[in-house]
């Protein structure tokens, strides 16, 4: 299993690094594209065929879906390789009348994705097996409805786990659990100021997690263009003594 990271800059894109997007590619099965927001489908392009990919959502902020609309397009109207055949997406149960009013033709419209995309919703708890990958629903905590993500792959049992966005929960405890890779946000940095509740975690936090956790490796994610990755990283290892680095974009990690 091999992610790639085509971006992770935190609620906006950056002039080098996309926001949230992560390629999750296994041998012989379409991957599955984790997040999509801006700048994420050019990033895409540069490594696969767009339509060769299942789409799954933590939620449904701008900076996680924005590119949505621009990869039907291409899947609906590219002139000499369209999507052949429907992908699998998942997401929150409000995804299709979201995402649809962002692709429709009007502001009163709701565009029918199914023609492209066969939709489930995400069940906290219920594993969706998507090919080669079993994919876990976690409770995040954030103003909307959100999901961590823990990623199993079926032949080697490593296991990939994803904040999404999230304030703190022991239920990241549980979806990072002895996980080979935790790719986790740190959108505070280092954690020196003062913080709206129940959205975003420090690097601190990220790396108490990963510890209580007992994770493998730790990535930060999330971390916006104004933000501290260095305080990050730092205020990271102070709870955690594996291995901390920052998630950029186009860096790989194979499983």
Known sequence: MKVTILGSSGSVSSPTNPASGYLVSTE????LLVDIGPGVMAKLQELQDPCEAHVAFSHLHADHCLDFPSLLV???FHPTAPAKSRNLCFGPTTTPVHL????SSSPDEVDDMSDTFAFDSWQVGQPQIIDRLTVTPFPAVHPIESYSLRIQEHTTNKVVA???DSGWTDSLIECAKDADVFMCE??????NGTYPPEMHL????????????????LVLIHIP?????NGAVAAARTEFDGPVTIGES???IIV
Do not use: Q
Not at 100 to 103: A, K, V
Not at 186 to 191: I, S, V
């Open 100 to 103: 649809g009013r962002l692709s």
């Open 202 to 217: 420090s690097g601190a936090e990220a790396g108490r997690i990963a510890r209580l956790a007992g994770a493998r490796s």
């Open 162 to 164: 994803y904040s999404g």
């Open 186 to 191: 740190a959108t505070w940095g280092a954690g």
């Open 28 to 31: 012989n099965s379409p991957s």
């Open 225 to 229: 263009p104004w933000g501290d990755p």
């Open 250 to 252: 186009g860096l790989e």
């Open 74 to 76: 291409w899947r609906r």
